[in-house]
């Protein structure tokens, strides 16, 4: 029962920042529906079993098992996840482009999830440096690749109110 409790509260903790972080990007509707998906009981079974609050418990189930069932779940209906974007394009299966609303919404996702584990560790450099290490970023699209790796640089160096003011403005204007 303690580690459900903990698990829900850092779900709830991690998509209270990322709702945050879209609303300055000026994406309400997904910063409402977040990853509502970690409720259901396909993902909430398992993250509870492997939670410990200092990564994503799919990390600790893909250490024993080899896969996360739940992640499986996750990454296949939440789109602000660059492994939803994969299809099969003359016989070859391969990443597609993302969308920039739901690139901004990864971006908001990563910053969050950054802050949720690494606490008073977090900088604005974490979810930059983070990207840089994790060898997923080279199955992403090359074009979703660039505009994580630019927009997570610009929080690096300016700051992430500034950066989600510009991806806001960017969003807008098509210039993303």
Known sequence: MIRFLKHIQTVNAHRREVRKNCFK???YYQGLTHDLSKYSYT???DSVEYFHGDRSPYHYEKLEKGFALGWLHHKGINKHHFEYWYDII???Y???EM???YI???ICDRVAACKTYQKDKYTQKSPIEYFETVPERNFMHPKTQEKLRFYLQMIADKGEDATFRY???AL???TF
């Open 167 to 169: 991806i806001k403005e």
């Open 99 to 101: 969308p920039d609303r």
């Open 104 to 106: 901004a919404e990864s």
């Open 94 to 96: 391969q990443p597609l």
């Open 25 to 27: 990007c000026g994406l």
């Open 90 to 92: 003359d016989g070859i």
């Open 43 to 45: 993902e909430l079974k």
């Open 172 to 174: 807008k204007n098509n």
